[in-house]
């Protein structure tokens, strides 16, 4: 028997058994040994494609992914945020690798870049499916583009990145696993985990541990602790764009808003945009801005004064510290401490330690060791 057919007589299993606690630990042995069978499938195609061709440095500040189905337009997109010149056709699949542009938004540089059509079934192997993932796996948001007439395409592509370990908009599960030499498997909630502890026994030991120690910090279901167990998940921001607006007549408005809603989208959060007509552009990428969390960081530097054109740019929450990790260099060796003058800073000048926390717009002159 294949490998496909043992996930297969799993996932019946699964879903012929009702869900009660008296099942709950039977339903986590099946869940995890399926995940653990997915894993192996995946490996094995993964090794016979070759792979390559589309492993897209990263550059730039931030990388976002714009991820659609074929012809909605994010190539036109793509021209109307950046400085690419990508091949835009009225034909499907006419981008055949990963174009990347760099957009310069609000003194950052943000690599934008469009992913080939991501079609239904490359899940298992078929087209490009395998190669779009992984490049969409390595950037830090997600552009959904829709078109305006298609946006019941938006659940495919969510469930299309979902069954490949992308999980969407949600925070890595707050589950720590310790291996441990003896002692077998001990369970510390801070909260009530929401699962019997034999069902959490149960799904680690499928997964390989004997012994280990778990702490648990939120309300779990079984596949959030799979999730918590397997470290090839990644967690990813994102938001949606329907583009094409410029073909819907205005009296239609109404309509598409309940479209959305319909489809678990929420109007008032989508960035409706015509990529062909530049309509929308600006407040689709103050929207990218936004999600991303970055913090620009103004150096003052000796001799020079502020740049003022290229700041530091690092996620928000980072620190001093962070900050000279970026710069990199031998910085962090001859640092004394910094002086800060913006939002973080009580005053203009303060003096800080390496664990001061920076603020957007801040200005930071480091003092070094001579
Ligand atoms: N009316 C209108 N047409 C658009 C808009 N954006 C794109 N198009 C058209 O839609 C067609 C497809 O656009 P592309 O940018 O190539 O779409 P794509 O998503 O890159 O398609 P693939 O590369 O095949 O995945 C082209 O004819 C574009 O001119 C828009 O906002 N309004
Ligand atoms: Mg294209």
Redesign the pocket.
């Known amino acids: 028997m294949g490998l496909e057919d043992e996930i297969e007589i799993i996932r019946e299993e699964i879903a012929s058994t009702p869900y009660n606690k008296s099942t709950e630990a039977h339903i986590g042995r099946l869940k995890a040994k399926l995940a653990q069978k997915k894993e192996e499938l995946e490996k094995q195609q993964s090794s016979g494609s070759g792979g390559g061709g589309y492993a897209v440095p990263k550059t730039g500040d931030a990388t976002v992914a714009?991820v659609?189905?074929?012809?909605?337009?994010?190539?036109?997109?793509?021209?109307a945020v950046t400085n690419a010149d990508?091949?835009?056709?009225?034909?499907?699949?006419?981008?055949i690798s990963v174009e990347p542009g760099m957009m310069h938004y609000r003194d950052a540089n943000v690599q934008i870049l469009?992913v080939?059509?991501l079609i239904e079934g490359a899940a298992s192997g078929r087209g490009r499916g395998k190669e779009v993932l992984s490049v969409i796996r390595t950037a830090d948001l997600l552009v959904f583009?829709i078109?305006v007439f298609e946006i019941e395409q938006y659940a495919a592509l969510r469930e299309e990145l979902e069954r490949n370990q992308i999980r969407l908009d949600e925070e890595p599960p707050a589950v720590r696993i310790e291996q441990r030499n003896q002692g077998g498997i001990r369970i510390t909630a801070a909260v009530d985990p929401g699962l019997e502890e034999d069902t959490i026994r149960d799904v680690l030991h499928e997964h390989g541990y004997i012994n280990a120690v778990v702490t648990i910090r939120e309300e779990l279901s079984v596949d959030r602790l799979i999730d918590a167990i397997m470290d090839n998940r990644a967690y990813l921001p994102s938001i949606t764009a329907v583009?094409?607006?410029?073909?819907i007549d205005p009296e239609f408005a109404a309509d598409v808003k309940q479209e959305l809603r319909a489809h678990d989208l929420d109007p008032d959060e989508v960035v409706f945009?015509?990529?062909?007509?530049d309509?929308g552009i600006d407040a689709l990428q103050e929207r990218i801005w936004e999600e991303l969390e970055l913090v620009r960081v103004y150096l003052d530097k000796p001799g020079r004064g502020v740049d003022w054109d290229e700041p530091l740019v690092v996620p928000a929450g980072s620190t001093i510290a962070d900050a000279m990790d970026r710069l990199g260099g031998d910085f962090a060796g001859r640092f004394r401490f910094a002086r800060v003058t913006g939002e973080s800073a009580k005053h203009d000048e303060q003096q800080v330690g390496e664990d001061h926390v920076l603020a957007d717009g801040d200005v930071v002159k480091f003092i070094l060791q001579r």
């Open positions: 714009l659609g189905f074929p012809s909605v337009g994010k190539s036109t997109l793509l021209n990508s091949e835009v056709g009225a034909y499907e699949f006419t981008t469009d080939p059509g583009v078109s583009n094409k607006v410029d073909l945009i015509s990529a062909e007509e309509r």
